[in-house]
């Protein structure tokens, strides 16, 4: 393992989710998964609604992370997004009713609109109970 560490803060409008210094960052960009490691050069993506996971001394940390933009420079790698959650944080019966009033809302859509904003709470649900379910560490 390598001893220089990334610097990774994950910050959403309400609250800095997570900071700590990490080997590896893994998110999912909008034109596909990435993986950094120290001493990366200088990186920005914009990020797709799903999982994202850091390591850290052999253990790894699962976040949901909806949407948002990634950059990397100097070893450090910060994640801004409208919401976030770690993985042991995600109440999952919340998710759930999340995606069941989800797949109701989509299923009695009338306007595109309607298909949007359903299908946009329904794949934030499924990343959160993703999420949840790829968590083993209770973070
Ligand atoms: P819900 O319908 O359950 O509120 P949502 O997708 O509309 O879900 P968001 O608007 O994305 O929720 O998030 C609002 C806030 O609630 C954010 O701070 C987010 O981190 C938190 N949040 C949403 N769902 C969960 C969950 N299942 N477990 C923990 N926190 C959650």
Redesign the pocket.
């Known amino acids: 393992m390598s001893e220089k560490k990334i610097h990774f803060k994950i910050i ?1 409008p ?1 609250r800095i989710v997570f900071e700590d210094d990490v080997d590896s960052v893994t998110a999912k960009g909008v034109n596909g998964s990435f993986g950094i490691l120290p001493e990366h050069i200088p990186f920005m993506s914009t990020l797709d609604i799903d999982t994202a996971k850091a390591e850290k001394d052999g253990k790894e940390y699962i976040f949901s992370i ?1 949407g948002g933009a990634f950059q990397f420079k100097n070893n450090e790698a910060i994640i801004l997004t409208e ?3 770690c993985g042991g ?3 999952t019966t ?2 759930q009713l ?1 995606k069941e009033r989800a797949e109701a809302s989509l299923s009695s859509a009338q306007t595109q609109q309607d298909i949007k904003m359903a299908n946009a ?1 329904l794949t ?2 499924m990343v ?1 109970l993703k999420a949840a379910s790829q968590n083993n560490n209770n973070v």
């Open positions: 959403t309400e909806i919401a976030a959650e944080d995600i109440d919340r998710a999340a709470a934030r649900a959160r």
